[in-house]
């Protein structure tokens, strides 16, 4: 049986810890030197499964020594040098430090101790697997980069005396907006504050939409429903002031401390809370005040009506759609961040069956399709309420899809938004894609929808039809006009080469076709077609009807009236990569060189934020690939010999 006083003492060691953890090289050879350490030795190596049960034994022969993490069949006893390479090489060069000590890898049977159901007997599986023993908790891991996340949790969680005291937070600072960060905010489900530093552009993005609307009447009441460290909705109060009440909540009760201890610090007010002078501790004005929930976010959508909503959950947000659309006003705006970059970008399609009902493959526009499919899901949910969607702003991104939509109240609004939910036919072999005609007709063959005839010329299925998704527009020009003008007075710097993207990618125009302008006093005011001077105007006569109060509903429909002219020219649904559909051999021309060609050749043309080498066109594949052909030239090695032979003919 097993003697207690074969573990290392308390006295002498501290906590008991696994004989795997050293602090040198020489501690873990002692193991085989010490006196008494065969007595030790034998506890920890010599475990063998004789009758079913596991017996404890010495396994010591004259003048050879065994290997302390290592049992007896994987490594017999040798002599004292060979023993040392082995102890250096194997154990102690892979290592896990950790507060001044070493885990070193372990080949002992530690993982196979299972217990039988009646409990009275012990499973021993022959395959030893090595791992490191943690000295934290005494948890058995396989991998080395495992234990190194595993040790990282500890830190985070404040288990071990790795943070120093009065150093568990730091401060970071975004659009003048300072929030205290946990140790451990960069890791997702493992902490209460979570904060992801790139996605600045999603909440730069989220900012400028909610100025814009702010601009149209106020006060609002917006809703950051999953508030983290809180410092979105700070963002919004800090520098809208009066033009909104934020209301951050989040479920979680260190999170709620955090967003209050927050907001101490840029010195806002929060509403309702036990401390109601924190503000004021330092002796300054509070500069703005928020609400801070701690309710579930389809709880407080229920229960309260907003004009804008913003939904960032770890992963998707389907689970939250029916609740913000049931509550938001006419006209209000939801804007819904997805982050299940696996599911949308077709990487899990399980997931994406389950979260969106809907059927998709790989592409190479797979970013716009994740982007339709998550409109889909919101036209949806929204037509369940008897509404239905404008989209005004349509981002996908590598980490993030960001959509925001306009509210529109009433069954008629909701049946528009749900005709624009259609099937889409991909071609398998060419990536051709055009979405179905709307109708109820049965056709015998839906190849005939594709332009191309990869079918007549291809055996077996050449498409397949993916979807539903959203064919409506992705984009509103006048409403990113006027967000990039707030971007402009919020000095984001970062965020205006998206917007200026976005804008040319709603007009499907070219940069190029903004530039000839002959007004020399607007010259320098113009940035890719956008007039500044022009925005201006429209801000000063929106900001004129009102004077801190909010609209009727008569000028709330004259904001719609005078947006939707803008979004009935429909832009062209998907791009093309110009890498991907190039011809092989030829130098392609360079991507401006071929937008310019492309527009001269009378298609609508556009870079894409979707793609760095994508472009966005009404022209079909086929017609894409005439105008990438034609001005394509041969490599210079390539273009010399025809030369020479047609010059060496002699007639």
């Known amino acids: 049986q097993w003697d207690p006083s074969f573990v290392f003492s308390d006295e002498e060691f501290g906590p008991v810890r696994h004989v795997s953890i050293q602090t040198s090289l020489k501690g873990l050879e002692m193991l085989v030197d010490l006196n008494g350490g065969e007595l030790q030795l034998s506890l920890v190596t010599v475990l063998k499964l004789e009758k079913g049960l596991l017996v404890w034994f010495s396994v010591f022969a004259a003048g050879r020594k065994s290997c302390p993490l290592c049992p007896e069949e994987k490594f017999k006893a040798c002599y004292s040098h060979k023993l040392q390479r082995h102890l250096q090489n194997l154990h ?310 960001l959509v925001v939509v306009r509210v529109l109240r009433g069954p008629t609004q909701a049946d528009e938004s749900a005709k624009k939910l259609r099937q889409l036919v991909h071609c398998q072999w060419c990536e051709e894609r055009v979405f179905l005609r709307p109708g109820s007709m049965v056709e015998e063959s839906l190849y005939k929808q594709l332009p191309c005839r990869c079918h007549g010329s291809m055996p077996g299925k050449t498409a397949v039809v993916l979807g539903p998704l959203w064919s409506g527009p992705l984009f509103n020009t006048g409403f990113l006009r006027r967000m990039l003008v707030a971007a402009v007075q919020h000095s984001m710097e970062d965020l205006q080469p998206l917007l200026k993207t976005l804008i040319c990618e709603a007009d499907c125009t070219t940069f190029k076709s903004f530039t000839s302008t002959n007004s020399p006093g607007l010259a320098n005011q113009v940035e890719c077609g956008v007039l500044i001077k022009t925005l201006q105007k429209v801000d000063e006569a929106d900001s004129s009807d009102h004077a801190g109060k909010r609209k009727s509903g008569e000028e709330g429909g004259n904001v719609l009236k005078r947006l939707k002219p803008e979004t009935l020219l429909e832009h062209p649904a998907f791009y093309y990569s110009v890498h991907r559909h190039s011809m092989r051999g030829m130098n392609m021309p360079k991507l401006n060189k071929f937008l310019q060609s492309a527009n001269e050749a009378g298609f609508r043309v556009s870079r894409t934020h979707f793609d760095p080498t994508g472009v966005r066109t009404d022209a079909t594949l086929e017609q894409f690939k005439a105008v990438l052909t034609k001005y394509s030239v041969a490599p210079a090695s390539a273009s010399h010999a025809p030369i020479k032979e047609e010059t060496g003919r002699v007639d």
């Open 92 to 401: 102690w060069k892979v290592y896990v430090e950790f507060e001044g000590q070493k885990m070193c890898i372990c080949h002992l049977p530690c993982r196979q101790l299972r217990s039988s159901l009646s409990g009275d007997q012990v499973i021993y599986n022959s395959r030893l697997v090595a791992h490191y023993h943690c000295a934290v908790c005494a948890v058995t891991i396989a991998r080395k980069t495992d234990m190194v996340s595993h040790l990282k949790r500890h830190v985070n969680k404040g288990e071990t005396e790795a943070i120093p005291a009065g150093q568990a937070f730091q401060i970071m600072k975004e659009l003048g907006t300072n929030v205290q960060l946990m140790p451990n905010h960069t890791t997702p489900q493992k902490t209460d504050t979570f904060f992801n530093r790139k996605m600045k552009a999603n909440r730069q993005l989220v900012f400028c939409s909610l100025a814009v609307l702010a601009e149209e009447r106020n006060p609002l009441e917006c809703l950051d429903a999953f508030g983290a460290t809180g410092i979105m909705g700070l963002q919004w109060a800090k520098h809208l002031r009066g033009s909104v009440k934020v209301t951050i909540n989040d479920i979680n009760e260190s999170c709620v401390k955090m967003i209050k201890e927050n907001c101490h610090l840029n010195h806002v007010r929060v509403e309702g809370g036990k401390r109601p002078g924190d503000a004021q501790g330092d002796g300054d004005t509070p500069i703005a005040a928020v609400e801070v929930v701690k309710m579930d976010a389809n709880v407080i959508m229920h229960l309260r009506p907003f004009d804008y909503i913003h939904l960032d959950p770890f992963g998707t947000a389907v689970n939250y759609l029916d609740a913000a659309f049931r509550n938001v006003r006419h006209s209000g705006i939801v804007s819904v961040t997805s982050t299940d970059t696996g599911s949308l970008y077709c990487k899990n399609v399980n997931v994406t069956v389950r979260h969106y009902s809907c059927q998709i493959v790989r592409t190479e526009y797979y970013k716009e399709l994740a982007a339709r499919m998550v409109l889909a899901s919101v036209a949806r949910a929204a037509g369940r309420c008897n509404k239905g969607i404008e989209v005004l702003l349509c981002v996908a991104v590598e980490h993030f899809v």
